[in-house]
Each structure stands twice: as structure tokens, then as C-alpha cells.
């Protein structure tokens, strides 16, 4: 079993819908987690950044943490059509060797 | 402020050859970091060098291997390369502590045919 689950996708949706993007892990011993946004033939760009359960807001984006369920949520609202990347969970410990552990990506397209 | 930059951008290479990739951090970070992206694996550790020495090492064979210069730069070497080490290597940089961001570079596409 992976330490990070991430649905592949592809997800598909029309310009100005709420997405939903989750990950769940195995390690409760994570305490940071964050969300990166891959453009095609590009490096991985990070969105959001949390520490522990709750919620954090940035613009459109909303990044949840749920540390009881092993549970991380990404939600877009009123997507855009450059909203269309990969988009990878990832998180870390503190003593855990600077490492980051990342789901593998899911692909979004945002259509108009 | 530049980014993390990554030479080469594509890099072929046939089985059993050696390949070197080349990282330059942002400036003033002293951490780089070494990741895989293979199709369909997601990005998996590879290692981190802060201050010139090697900090942690994943999952991968001892023919990955790396260095740090003296201005932080970094060099990933994979000798003895399999197709199975055809993927993209992304380099990030950082501040060095586990909680500072990690900044990545557009990768270096290796092909080994």
C-alpha cells in the first residue's frame, strides 16, 4: 500500500464548477501538508501549504486537513480554463529528512 | 529572483551509460533536493544535500548519486542506467528545514533507450 493515495483521474469539468481533489495517507506521524499545481513540461509549483487539521483559504482555493480521517482536500471554486494541470498532494514530518512524500498527481481539465 | 534552473532539458542516453544532471538553487538556499517523476509513479525522493553533504537518500540503488558544490549547486549522477530510469528529474531548492518550501526547477527529461 502507498503512504499517499491520490485518484488519477483524468476530471473533467466546466469552466466555473467547484472542484474537489483529495488524497488519503497511512503515516499519521504527518504533520505538513501541501498542494503543488504541474503545468505540462513544467516543474511542480506549490498552491497551499497547512499545518495540521482545519482549513486554509487562499482566493479559490481552500485546502483542507481532516488528521483523524488520514484525509487532505484541495477545493477550486469557479475553475478556469487555466486552471487545467496536474495537481499533486505531498507532505512531510519534521525529523523526516526534509522528504516529501507525493501522491501521484490527478489531471484536471477544465473546459469552457 | 531566478528560479531553480535545471540543465540539461532532455538527455538521451543508451542502456548501460552514464548521465549527469546538473541543479542550480535559488539564490540563497542552501538545500537542494532530488526527485523522480516516473509515468504513472508519482514523484519518489531521491536525495538531499544541504551545506555541501548528503542528509537523506531514498529508496533508490547506489548507482544514484550526487554531489553539492561549494556554491550550492548540485550535480545527480545515475550510472549504469536501465530503461527503467527513463523519467523526469526535478530538482528543488529550500532554506534547509523540513518546514521551509521546496522550490522546484522544470526537469531534466532522461530518455534511455
Known amino acids: 500500500q502507498k503512504e499517499v493515495e491520490q485518484d488519477p483521474g483524468p476530471l473533467s469539468v466546466p469552466e466555473g464548477a467547484i472542484v474537489s481533489l483529495n488524497c488519503t495517507y497511512s503515516?499519521?506521524?504527518?504533520?505538513?501538508f501541501m498542494w503543488y499545481r504541474q503545468y505540462s513540461r513544467k516543474g511542480p509549483e506549490l498552491l497551499m501549504y497547512t499545518y495540521s487539521s482545519g482549513n486554509k483559504e487562499d482566493g479559490r482555493f481552500t485546502a483542507q486537513v481532516d488528521k483523524s480521517s488520514k484525509y487532505i482536500s484541495l477545493f477550486i471554486r469557479d475553475s478556469q480554463p487555466s486552471d487545467s494541470a496536474t495537481y499533486l498532494c505531498?507532505?512531510?514530518?519534521?525529523?523526516?529528512?526534509?522528504?516529501?512524500?507525493f501522491g501521484t498527481g490527478t489531471q484536471l481539465k477544465v473546459e469552457l | 529572483e531566478a528560479g531553480v534552473t535545471q540543465s540539461p532539458t532532455h538527455l538521451i542516453k543508451t542502456r548501460g551509460q552514464q548521465a549527469t544532471l546538473r541543479c542550480s538553487p535559488i539564490?540563497?538556499?542552501?538545500?537542494v533536493y532530488w526527485y523522480q517523476q516516473a509515468l504513472g509513479l508519482g514523484l519518489q525522493f531521491l536525495l538531499w544535500y544541504d551545506e555541501g553533504e548528503e542528509r537523506n537518500r531514498g529508496n533508490f540503488p547506489p548507482r544514484f548519486s550526487g554531489r553539492q558544490f561549494p556554491n550550492y549547486s548540485s550535480e545527480l549522477n545515475v550510472n549504469a542506467l536501465e530503461l527503467e530510469d527513463s523519467a523526469l528529474y526535478l530538482c528543488?531548492?529550500?532554506?534547509?528545514?523540513?518546514?521551509?518550501?521546496?522550490?522546484f526547477g522544470p526537469g531534466t527529461r532522461l530518455t534511455v533507450l
Open positions: 528543488a531548492s529550500s532554506l534547509g528545514t523540513a518546514t521551509d518550501t521546496q522550490y
Open positions: 503515516n499519521s506521524a504527518f504533520q505538513y
Open positions: 539564490s540563497g538556499h542552501t538545500s
Open positions: 505531498a507532505m512531510t514530518i519534521t525529523g523526516g529528512g526534509n522528504k516529501l512524500t
